[in-house]
């Protein structure tokens, strides 16, 4: 089993700042692509970033210039700084990790249990 746990969601300004953090745990042989999704009140969940184990990142437009992601292959965590926060943001953000298992080699798809993020005046 595969346990993620994310942590630094909560209440910012407009303008403000804050940075997710992701551990993940378990039976893990290696990481390959950890990612950000996020899902707002009444909209679907949607990727957000996502960072390859060679380090190669995508960002949906709406983040681009704001958010960066980043990772930890050692310490088995994802993060995803995130600055000049706007209401749109308003969301819960998931960590999401496609990982290959020390147990039988399967490869697997584990999510996060989410973070609220919310921005508002």
């Known amino acids: 089993q595969v346990q993620l746990v994310e942590s630094g969601g909560g209440l910012v300004q407009p303008g403000g700042s804050l940075r997710l953090s992701c551990a993940a745990s378990g039976s893990i042989f290696s990481i390959n692509v950890m990612g950000w999704y996020r899902q707002a009140p009444g909209k679907e969940r949607e990727l957000v970033a996502r960072i390859t184990s060679g380090g190669s990142t995508t960002y949906v437009d709406s983040v681009k210039g704001r958010f960066t992601i980043s990772r930890d292959n050692a310490k088995k965590m994802v993060y995803l700084q995130m600055i000049s926060l706007k209401p749109e943001d308003t969301a819960v953000y998931y960590c999401?990790?496609?990982?290959?298992?020390?147990?039988?080699?399967?490869?697997?798809?584990?999510w996060g249990k989410g973070t609220l993020v919310t921005v508002s005046s």
């Open positions: 999401n990790v496609d990982i290959y298992s020390d147990l039988d080699g399967m490869r697997m798809v584990y």
